[in-house]
């Protein structure tokens, strides 16, 4: 017999190499599956975290991916053992997926570590689902590669191409607008999502997976290969294989998304025109690491690198596209002279590796750094008395005659009010007025939901307005666009200047000098605060996860992760639970 043999070569071997009586119960239950005595050898228990759910509907396609890293594993002589971890899905989770973001971080980080895993490959695509993963993994930090779902196949809708999220802003906007009917937007729904994976524009999901594959944490190829092509089967095969030499190499997750990868990964945010979310979900992942990174590092990164890749929101293809075109690898030989090539992958060779040989099959969809789709890209981060801890907007998706621009506050205090007010006729706006809205931050909603890209008043855009500049404490669906200030730091519920601004204040967005000002004396900013302080809102919650995240968020310019979650606790096996 030839389990229990290995005992402590890896952190599995401490239940199933045991000789005992606690051997005996770490066993003899798992081969109530109908496992054989010697797959407990002391061979590498990888665990496969999945994030399968049919109300995810991204990720519905990952049980079946599930068995195909399985394939890997098995062959590559390790011993597979799938569980599940909390799926957030982004289009039906209220009041926000993003709430839910640590907790799902916390229960894939406690069972990692709580359970006999040497190696974890993680799956999962939709929003949150990917930054949670990674989050909780991190703080375990054993040897850890990604698998995503991979974007659903493009939209379609009378002959032409749709994208997922962003048309639909653009329908509605139509509709309302009276350029398209009500029936017509509602035929829409069916094309537009026609396959499992993920939004396949450029919106949070794709960012992510992008991400991933800048640093290193995945297979090449793995961002952008459609969830249902059969080479995202095969090279989820092969991260079975791979994840099993990690395990035997110990080449642990904290060796990949180093400091170098962290700048490569924001360096193809820019070129990707990537979802600002990444700005939130980075900097808690930086934080789990270790990682020095900082809101301005996001600007600083970006400042050179042009915007390469023409997809929805910030320009025209979609995600099937840019995969036949040469996927990410391709985007990241063009712009080579940015990137670190040698930052380490969890392929064990150099990412320079990965990307050299990679070609351009259309131009159109991947540009040149010579001929791209726009010169600025990446991610404002704007500073001053409106937003003394920073705020952010995407320049590839806004406005440039809105990116500097003066104009009148009409005030929102929550979504609620601005849903029942933006059509009032009588509301006194027009198209130079800036829109703001408060309590919509990690802690006023609670959990900082995606509303930042406020519709535009019925009665504009039956005179054409296609953009006002709208700033708020809330995120934005990485699917959206316009000139929008997002994460405004401190949101208004921790009594940022935010929660102060007034109808008719004046407000100075000048985005070239990154500066965001409320045009009022120091003296009466500091007086409404104070006024402010003696009578602050009511917490939105008092009881449950909605409290413990309520009083213990950082802000969103330390990427919204719960305080006493910021680092790390390892991956050493505690004590026998028999
Ligand atoms: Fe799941 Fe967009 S809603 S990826
Ligand atoms: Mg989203």
New binding site residues.
Partial sequence: MSQGNGGGRFRSGHSYGKLDRDGFIHRSWMKSQGLPDDVFDGRPVIGICNTWSEI????AGLRDLAEHVKRGVWEAGGLPLEFPAMSL???QMRPTAMLFRNLLAMDVEESIRGNPIDGVVLLG???KTTPGQMMGAASVDLPTIVVS?GPMLNGKFRGKDIG??TDVWKFSEAVRAGEMTLPEFMSAESGMSRSPG??MTM????TMAAIVEAMGMCLPYNASIPAVDARRAAMAHHTGRTIVRMVHDGLTMSQVATRAAFENALRVHAAIGGSTNAVVHLLALAGRLGVELSLEDFDNLSRDVPLLVDLQPSGRFLMEDLHYAGGLPAVMKQMAPFLNPEAPTVSGVRIGEQYEKAEVFNAEVIRSVEAPVKPDSGIWVLRGNLAPGGAVMKPSAASPELCSHRGKAVVFETIEDFRARIDDPTLDVDASSILVLKGCGPKGYPGMPEVGNMPLPTKLLEKGVKDMVRISDARMSG?AFGTVILHVSPESDAGGPLAVVRNGDEIALDGPSRSLNLLISDEELASRLAVWRANPPAPKATRGYAKLYIDHVLGADKGADLDFLVGASGSVVTRESH
């Fill in positions: 995810t509907p991204c990720n899905g982004e289009t695509g939709c929003d779902t997922s999220g993920t939004c919106g949070t999901a794709s699917t």
